[in-house]
Nanobody, 125 residues
Framework: VQLQASGGGLVQAGGSLRLSCAAS????????VGWFRQAPGKEREFVAA????????YYADSVKGRFTISRDNAKNTVYLQMNSLKPEDTAVYYC???????????????????WGQGTLVTVSS
């Protein structure tokens, strides 16, 4: 499966953005999908993930209550709704797939493959 993130942009603190992760390939509906981000000078970090059927989701503590991950398998798309954005959310956001299930101990970037190009989110103060 190939993934492509989009929807980034410039937003003021407190604002919202919705990112999309569009997938190609007939097996997308069987993949878990994760969102990760990488700020300048920092390592890539986990943001959120969703199981193949949308029935299980995980979030980083830093985004809980502000971000929501969802998916529409009919559209081969996973979304990341980001509300109450903060300057520290500024980063390049990536989506990636995982074909071997999803669990709380498999949420690092090394546990995901099929990385797409990222989309830049900039939050101004």
């Amino acid at each position: 499966v190939q993934l492509q993130a989009s929807g980034g942009g410039l937003v003021q603190a407190g604002g919202s953005l919705r990112l999309s992760c569009a997938a190609s390939g007939r097996t997308f509906s069987s993949y878990a999908v994760g969102w990760f981000r990488q700020a300048p000078g920092k390592e890539r970090e986990f943001v959120a993930a969703i199981r193949w059927d949308g029935g299980v989701t995980y979030y980083a503590d830093s985004v809980k209550g502000r971000f929501t991950i969802s998916r529409d398998n009919a559209k081969n798309t996973v979304y990341l709704q980001m509300n109450s954005l903060k300057p520290e959310d500024t980063a390049v956001y990536y989506c990636a797939g995982r074909g071997n299930g999803l669990g709380p101990f498999a949420l690092s970037s090394a546990d995901f493959g099929s990385w797409g190009q990222g989309t830049l989110v900039t939050v101004s103060s």
